[in-house]
Every structure is written in C-alpha cells, then in structure tokens.
C-alpha cells in the first residue's frame, strides 16, 4: 500500500439561507497519492462535515457533474490525483455560474444554451432500409466534438462568458460542432444562423481558456474555427 500523507483541503463555502457572503473552511485528511480531490471532499463529507454540497456521480470521468475550481484551474475533482494536487488544496465552485450550496451551481443557464443549438440530429428524409450511409472520412469531421461530457469547465472559464453571460460559451459551440459537421444533419443551416447571433460564435476572443480546462481534451479552438469559417463561407466544406 502506498505511504499516505496529510493534506489540507480550503473550501469555499456558502449556504445563501444562512450566510452573507462566502467564506473559506479548512479541512485536514489523510490520503493516498492515487487519491482523487473527490476522495478527499468525500472524507470531509461523510466523516468530518455532512453539511459539505458536492455534486458527482459516475466518478470516472464521463458524467461531468463535478468539475469545480481546484488550485485555481478548472478541472473534474474525480480526475486530479492528490499527488498532484499537493498538500495545500484550493477548491471553489465554477465561476459565473449562481452558487445553490458550497460547490453546487446552478447549471440551468448552461443547459438551456446547450438546448438552444438543438443538440440532436435532423433528417426528416424517410429512414433507409438499413443505415444512413457514412464514410469514416466524413465520420471523422466531428469525432472529437462528440467526446464532450458537458461539463461546463470550458465555458465557466472564458472570459467573454464572465463579461457577458449571454455568451453561447464554447461549450455549446461544441456541440453544435458535432451536428453542423455531420454529413448526414439537415439542419446544419439553422445552427449557423443561431451561432451567428450576437451572443453566438462571434463573441469568442480567442483567449482560449477553454482548451486548457478541457478534461477531455477536445480541440476547441478548432471547433470554434470551423463553425466560424462555416458561417461566413456559407458550407460545411463537405
Ligand atoms: Fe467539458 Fe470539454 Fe465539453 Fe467543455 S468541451 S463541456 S470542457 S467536455
Ligand atoms: Fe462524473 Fe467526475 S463524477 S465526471
């Protein structure tokens, strides 16, 4: 078994019902290097402090419930080892985002963004008798953006979100990625209307946060890239 260390966990907390402003909580555990921040937030919560709000669910890295603030950057708690975290953890809540308790947000805004790119494929032609034919060229258009686990990190981190929050936000140009470049979608047209919007694609300042705080690695700068040149070439290129 591998030698365990201490670390100490600073939290910030708040519970609107009872405080005026959030605050910072430490918390001191025991863990291992291939501890995960949520092993350690989960120790807090079910041996130290029930009241702690943290929200996760697969803990594998797929679901997206649990990305937060940790030492300052953007990530999924169930994907940072405490060996790299070290012994002095910072974790905070996503940033723009309204605070329901601790490091529970209310992501609501974020998904009715992501509904309003109508996230779901289109053809109204009568089904073939098998498949819908594609080649794994056209295939490979949209492979990357169909890893997104809607997490929110990228978004949550773009300062043009933080200075406009009707800002799309990368995450959803991500996944309207996904369907404006699958060959097979007939309303790629009207997704590049809506991302041609004043709070669309256009709002991006290529700071580019958002591909650091990605937990899956998704090329975003690309995606933002290629919906972009299709709005103003009017084609997908295909
Ligand atoms: Fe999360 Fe990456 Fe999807 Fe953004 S693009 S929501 S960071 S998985
Ligand atoms: Fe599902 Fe971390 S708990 S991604």
């Known amino acids: 078994m591998a030698e365990t260390f201490r670390a100490t966990i600073r939290i910030l907390r708040y519970n609107p019902d009872v405080d005026k402003k959030p605050h910072w909580a430490e918390y001191t555990v025991e863990v291992e290097p291939t501890d995960r921040v949520i092993d350690a937030l989960h120790q807090i919560k079910w041996f130290q402090d029930g009241t702690l ?22 990530a999924l708690a169930c994907k940072v080892l405490m060996k790299n975290a070290g012994t ?32 779901y494929f289109i053809n109204n032609d009568p089904p073939p008798p098998r498949e819908r034919y594609q080649s794994p060229e056209d295939r490979a258009r949209f492979d990357d953006t169909t890893k997104c686990i809607l997490c929110a990190a990228c978004t949550t981190s773009c300062p043009s979100f933080w200075a406009n929050p009707k800002y799309v936000g990368p995450s959803a140009i991500v996944q309207a ?21 004043r709070d669309g694609v256009w709002r991006c300042r290529s700071v580019f946060n958002c591909v650091e705080a990605c937990p899956r690695e998704i090329n975003i700068k690309k995606a933002i890239a290629e919906v972009q040149q299709a709005i103003l070439t009017g084609s997908r290129g295909f």
């Open 53 to 74: 709000a943290v929200r996760r669910s697969c803990l594998h890295g797929v679901c997206g419930s649990d990305a937060m603030i940790i030492n300052g950057r953007n």
């Open 88 to 119: 002095m953890v910072t974790v905070e809540p996503l940033r723009g985002f309204r605070v329901i308790k601790d490091l529970v947000v209310d992501m609501e805004p974020f998904f009715e963004k992501y509904r309003s790119i109508m996230p």
């Open 177 to 197: 990625h996904r369907f404006i470049f699958d060959s097979r979608d007939q309303a790629w047209e009207e997704r590049l209307r809506i991302l041609a919007d």
